[in-house]
């Protein structure tokens, strides 16, 4: 059975009080981290003390701002965007903390969109992810909302992967 080391932990709030000290548990666990804070220079200080141990990148700003949007979405229509964030549901907490005993890329075959315009997912989090599952890598000149922006190519790969699992 194979046990899936790799965690990533997104905490807000990440320069001070409750926030910093979520996010320097999650890094004694050695989880990467993606901290969001208003207060950017403590959020880069934290930063450079949590790197020491474990992969960190840094948003800064305000996510509770309706602009906040363009650092998934950029190149989204407004409207679009508009109804992305408001059918957005939180992650459960379940998602964060269960021990995954095994995944099928480990034996099955893998792809993977890479969005080159994601700020906020640093490019070693997706290399690190592919190279582990040993995906077909696909990249697109996007933000994170790929399936927005390139709908085409998510089919496309959707395709792939289907027809090499069938032959």
Not at 26 to 40: M, R, Y
Not at 121 to 148: L, M, T, Y
Request: net charge negative; charged share 15%; glycine share 6%.
């Amino acid at each position: 059975m194979d046990v899936i080391q790799h965690q990533l932990a997104v905490v807000t709030g990440a320069a001070g009080g409750m926030g910093s000290a979520i996010a320097r548990t999650f890094a004694n666990q050695g989880w990467s981290l993606i901290l969001s804070d208003l207060h950017e220079a403590p959020l880069a200080a934290l930063a450079t003390q949590l790197r020491a141990s474990v992969p960190v990148t840094i948003v800064p700003g305000d996510v509770t701002r309706p602009d906040y949007g363009y650092l998934l979405a950029a190149d989204v229509p407004e409207s679009v965007l508009a109804l992305m964030i408001a059918t957005q549901r939180p992650v459960d907490l379940a998602a964060l903390n269960e021990k995954l005993t095994s995944a099928a890329w480990t034996n099955k075959p893998s792809w993977q969109i890479w969005p080159l315009q994601d700020p906020v997912f640093p490019v070693e989090e997706w290399k690190f992810q592919s190279d582990r599952a040993h995906a077909h890598v696909i990249e697109v000149n996007s933000s994170h909302g790929v399936p927005v922006t390139y709908p085409d190519v998510v089919v496309d790969v959707i395709g792939q992967a289907a027809r090499a699992v069938v032959a």
